[in-house]
């Protein structure tokens, strides 16, 4: 099921691809950024299968055979599969680059290479004037040599030509050729010599000889297309531009190609052509580490997803132009966002009517409960989203819904999708950084983790590759509290780590790791509040109580507002729980049985205490000061602890003299009243 985010960048490239009458326009390769499993090679396969009725390439440019070495390899592919025949569209003519390809793909010494190419200029002077030319010719092309990287394609370059071209083809390339310095000099070739020259360039030359030649090669193949679209009625017959889908443009050939692009369009920003390129990667390639000015900030790229100019109107997508300093080169980049709810509820739309009944039993509205739930677990990762939806499948049919997830998300058993979804989701990383991530989970932020130094033995790096990984659109998100911007894991991940943590071997004086990343966290803690989180992820349930009720005392006190209360109690909550397999099989009323403290102490702190621990189980409105910062949707799946919390909420608003922290409590227990699905 396509997304209505990929269903945006459809519309986006099907308006570029789309042409007028007498319209000529260049647009920037658009340049789309994700980490795995973020839907990059999907949204191309469905751009692919949609782009069809238009002249067409798609290429993966980290899965090309061994013989694809240069960007004058992948131009070739792209150049064949454009030309490629299509119902109501004429073939493409490329008659100079046909030519310009066949002299840099020769392989044969000098002397019979100058006859070759003499015999191939004679062939198309000649043109239609004698019959046989273009059984000469493709003999020629053949003898040429067989060019580097796309075997067979030397009987696929004479089509390139058509017969009312091939007279005056050679001196199009002439002209083409005429400002290439011969040898080392500045002295202009001599036609004769031209793409003798220009071969030895490509194969024996300097590395500044080989870009230029294959600049020209590419100038070539950009002026041949948009002399398709102008010349002999390709203006009123081609209504659609050239779509160019490029997967994996991180790679190094993939980086080489997108800067040979953009240089030569940059060289010639007066002539339009009508290439509309897509080109996804997980990273951001060279050429465009080399358009950017100044520090790209974390997620910088996400601000091309605008919200819509009407309050009920569609969300907008505009990519951000990327240009050099002055003019010339530039790209259009964008970053591919999370799905959202809306988008989740929709893919789990079908699993939830091929479920059976005795699964969905207790939920009132179970696409719903499902989309959000589920959205909570993965935040809308793509590769997440899918891999939970399909292994709810593979359950007895008595099972529950709410069960089967609690089982695909655990860290280990015959039906969990951890292993595969963190194999998928780290594969990039340095072996000893992800040894190191899951004791950087138990943090808040990366910036916590690489702080607190108890965590690493003196000398190691992940307090160094962390920072880094601050940085990287690829494994870390911005993440907003308290005024200020943080970059932290993304939740899924965290998730995932976190249970890998949970699971680890406890250390030889009995003690879990767990306990003591939070113990760690929690001394090196900047504030009480945060103190607090790490005691209750711990499991000191009374040790965080205690905090909260001395901090509502100093409310009733009138020193402090309820509203900054509830702000951190909000916080405290999102503290994880670790991963326990006895608790699989409890209910959440036996949830809170289990974690809550013994009735001991005021009245207050025990209601403070509930209202702690049934916060720390359920999930949250979304009107919840911090429920983006992290929830459990699996504690409490049908929110059974709301009237708990309802109750608290009420029972403390009732010690508050001052009416407005009063009506906080209140409506803070009003968001808690309805179900938040």
Request: glycine share 10%.
């Amino acid at each position: 099921m396509q997304s209505r985010r990929d269903q945006m960048i459809r519309a986006f490239v099907g308006q570029r691809l789309v042409r007028g009458r007498g319209e000529h326009a260049r647009h920037p390769v658009l340049l789309l950024l994700g980490p795995r499993g973020s839907g990059k090679t999907a949204l191309t396969g469905r751009l692919e299968n949609w782009g069809r009725s238009a002249p067409m390439a798609a290429l993966d440019l980290a899965a090309l055979d061994d013989g694809v070495h240069h960007p004058v390899d992948v131009l070739a592919r792209i150049a064949f599969q454009l030309n490629a025949r299509r119902r109501d569209f004429p073939p493409l003519a490329l008659p100079s680059f046909a030519v310009l390809l066949m002299a840099l793909s020769a392989e044969a010494d000098p002397e019979s290479r100058d006859a070759a190419l003499g015999q191939m200029r004679e062939a198309l002077r000649t043109g239609r004037a004698e019959d046989h030319s273009l059984a000469v010719l493709r003999e020629l092309v053949t003898s040429v040599g067989v060019p580097m990287g796309l075997p067979g394609w030397s009987a696929a370059v004479v089509p390139l030509i058509q017969g009312w071209q091939r007279a005056r083809v050679w001196w199009g390339v002439h002209r083409r050729l005429g400002r290439v310095p011969r040898g080392g000099g500045n002295r202009p070739q001599v036609p004769a010599d031209a793409l003798v020259d220009l071969n030895h360039h490509f194969r024996h030359g300097t590395a500044a000889q080989r870009e230029r030649a294959e600049s020209v090669l590419l100038q070539a193949f950009l002026a041949d297309l948009q002399g398709a679209y102008t010349k002999h009625g390709g203006d009123r017959a081609r209504t659609l531009r050239c779509l160019v889908l490029l997967d994996n443009a991180d790679s190094e050939l993939g980086d080489a190609f997108l800067q040979a692009l953009t240089e030569a369009r940059a060289a010639a920003p007066e002539q339009p052509d009508p290439l509309v390129v897509v080109a996804c990667a997980r990273r951001p390639p060279e050429v465009l580490r080399q358009l950017e000015v100044g520090p790209r900030q974390l997620g910088s790229y996400l601000s091309c997803w605008q919200p819509p100019e009407q309050e009920d109107g569609p969300e907008l997508f505009v990519p951000r132009v990327v240009t050099r300093p002055g003019g010339g080169a530039r790209l259009e980049v964008a970053q591919l966002r999370l799905l959202d709810r809306s988008e989740v509820q929709e893919q789990a739309g079908p699993y939830v009517k091929r479920m059976p009944s005795a699964a969905l039993a207790g939920l009132t509205h179970p696409v719903a409960w499902l989309g959000r739930t589920v959205h909570e677990l993965t935040r809308g990762h793509p590769a997440a989203t899918r891999a939970v939806l399909e292994a709810l499948e593979d359950f007895a049919p008595e099972v529950p819904c709410g069960r089967r997830l609690r089982m695909v998300m655990a860290p280990e058993g015959p039906h969990s999708v951890a292993d595969e979804l963190l194999a998928l989701l780290l594969q990039d990383l340095p072996q000893e950084l992800g040894d190191a991530l899951p004791r950087a989970a138990a943090a808040v932020t990366l910036g916590q983790a690489a702080s607190a130094g108890d965590l690493w033995r003196r000398g190691d790096a992940p307090p160094r590759l962390l920072r880094g990984l601050a940085h990287d659109d690829q494994y870390a998100e911005r993440i907003a509290f308290d005024g200020h911007q943080h970059s932290a894991l993304p939740v899924i991940v965290r998730r995932l780590l976190l249970g890998r943590l949970a699971l680890a071997a406890a250390a030889p004086d009995g003690t879990s790791p767990w306990d003591a990343a939070h113990d760690i966290l929690g001394a090196a803690a900047e504030s009480g509040r945060v103190g607090a989180y790490h005691r209750l992820a711990g499991g000191d349930v009374e040790g965080a109580a205690v905090y909260l009720y001395d901090r509502f005392l100093g409310v009733c006190g009138g020193d402090g507002s309820a509203r900054t209360w509830c702000e951190e109690l909000s916080w405290i909550q999102r503290a994880p729980r670790r991963w326990d397999a006895e608790a699989l099989g409890r209910s959440a009323g036996a949830e809170f049985r289990h974690r809550i403290a013994p009735a001991q102490g005021p009245p207050d702190l025990v209601m403070v205490g509930r209202l702690l621990v049934a916060g720390w189980i359920t999930t949250h409105p979304a009107t919840d000061p911090y429920a983006a910062l992290w929830s459990d949707p699996l504690g409490d799946p049908a929110a059974e602890l709301y009237p708990k919390i309802v109750d608290a909420l009420q029972t403390l608003s009732g010690r508050l003299s001052d009416e407005t922290d009063h009506d906080v409590l209140w409506q803070r227990a009003a968001a808690y009243e309805r179900k938040p699905w």
